[in-house]
T-cell receptor, first 114, second 112 residues
Framework: DAGVIQSPRHEVTEMGQEVTLRCKPISGHDYLFWYRQTMMRGLELLIY????????DSGMPEDRFSAKMPNASFSTLKIQPSEPRDSAVYFCASGSSSIYYEQFFGPGTRLTVL | RKEVEQDPGPFNVPEGATVAFNCTYS??????FFWYRQDCRKEPKLLMSVYSSGNEDGRFTAQLNRASQYISLLIRDSKLSDSATYLC?????????????FGTGTRLQVTL
């Protein structure tokens, strides 16, 4: 059974460019989470969805960040325009209301903004 | 004050040693508690839940002190393969699969 799938695994872009990160959650999971991890701040929750509906986006740093979940099997996190301080590892995780609390993480996207 | 605080380490211990990590959380309404493990350049994975009465899984023992808002993880007979970062995780809101708050992690290096 495939786990959470993220693409791309690595992204290098220049400041000002648009970046789109993609996530496919585990089939049957009804929760999807986007996290950002840096050495300084650790793992931060950006936004999460339940049944494709955004529930809490209070962690989204600013209007340059947006996330969508058009269906149960796909989500995107977009940064436009990107800035060097956005450089981090972005993780997507999924969870199920029938699996108490465990979140399953994807391998992450390592983003570098020059 | 951070919601979940951990000593970043690193803890350098010889193989076979016993090592303990601590974690404190700020919100007394926190409902559930976990330890996740993250290997270098990999994703976090659930290690174990932490129950009020304390719980054990092989060489790993987790304990919770609600009065002091303190969580601990004890690893006995450390193995080289235990080298990783251990993340203390708290669920404040209750319910299933909902919002988790992660500590910044404690790094463990087990040596020969």
């Amino acid at each position: 059974d495939a786990g959470v799938i993220q693409s791309p695994r690595h992204e290098v872009t220049e400041m000002g460019q648009e970046v789109t990160l993609r996530c496919k959650p585990i089939s049957g999971h009804d929760y999807l989470f986007w996290y950002r991890q840096t050495m300084m701040r650790g793992l931060e929750l950006l936004i999460y969805f339940n049944n494709n509906v955004p529930i809490d986006d209070s962690g989204m740093p600013e209007d340059r960040f947006s996330a969508k979940m058009p269906n149960a099997s796909f989500s995107t996190l977009k940064i436009q325009p990107s800035e060097p301080r956005d450089s981090a590892v972005y993780f997507c995780a999924s969870g199920s209301s029938s699996i108490y609390y465990e979140q399953f993480f994807g391998p992450g996207t390592r983003l570098t903004v020059l | 004050r951070k919601e979940v605080e951990q000593d970043p380490g690193p803890f350098n211990v010889p193989e076979g040693a016993t090592v303990a990590f601590n974690c404190t959380y700020s919100n007394s309404a926190s409902q559930s508690f976990f330890w996740y493990r993250q290997d270098c350049r990999k994703e976090p994975k659930l290690l174990m839940s932490v129950y009020s009465s304390g719980n054990e899984d092989g060489r790993f023992t987790a304990q919770l002190n609600r009065a002091s808002q303190y969580i601990s993880l004890l690893i006995r007979d450390s193995k080289l393969s235990d080298s990783a970062t251990y993340l203390c995780v708290v669920n404040v809101e209750g319910g299933t699969a909902s919002k988790l708050t992660f500590g910044t992690g404690t790094r463990l290096q087990v040596t020969l």
